[in-house]
């Protein structure tokens, strides 16, 4: 069984920074990609930025520039630096594994962006 541990949200002023880490626990065999998606309240859940195996990344439009996706594979572990935050960007973040051509989710940590 995967388990994966969100870590890292909180309250943040506008303009501020977060850093949101996500370990993966369990029988893992390999994980190809990971990502990190976000559900603001009323909102579907959306994507974040996925990143490959082999560190191949994706973002959405909306945070280019701004977020930066990375892992360390030897950790199983992914992460998601947030700059320039803005109140828009309020969310519960939830970090993603896809191990086995099977998707796992971690439980979400809130990321709170006052203004």
């Known amino acids: 069984q995967v388990q994966l541990v969100e870590s890292g949200g909180g309250l943040v002023q506008a303009g501020g920074s977060r850093s949101l880490s996500c370990a993966a626990f369990?029988?893992?065999?390999?994980?190809?990609?990971r990502g990190w998606y976000r559900q603001a309240p009323g909102k579907q859940r959306e994507l974040v930025a996925t990143?490959?195996?082999?560190?191949?990344?994706n973002y959405a439009d909306s945070v280019k520039g701004r977020f930066t996706i990375s892992r360390d594979n030897a950790k199983n572990t992914v992460y998601l630096q947030m700059n320039s935050l803005k109140p828009e960007d309020t969310a519960v973040y939830y970090c993603?594994?896809?191990?086995?051509?099977?998707?796992?989710w971690g439980k979400g940590t809130l990321v709170t962006v006052s203004s």
């Open positions: 990143i490959t195996r082999g560190g191949t990344t």
């Open positions: 369990g029988t893992i065999w390999s994980i190809s990609n």
């Open positions: 993603n594994a896809v191990i086995r051509d099977m998707d796992y």
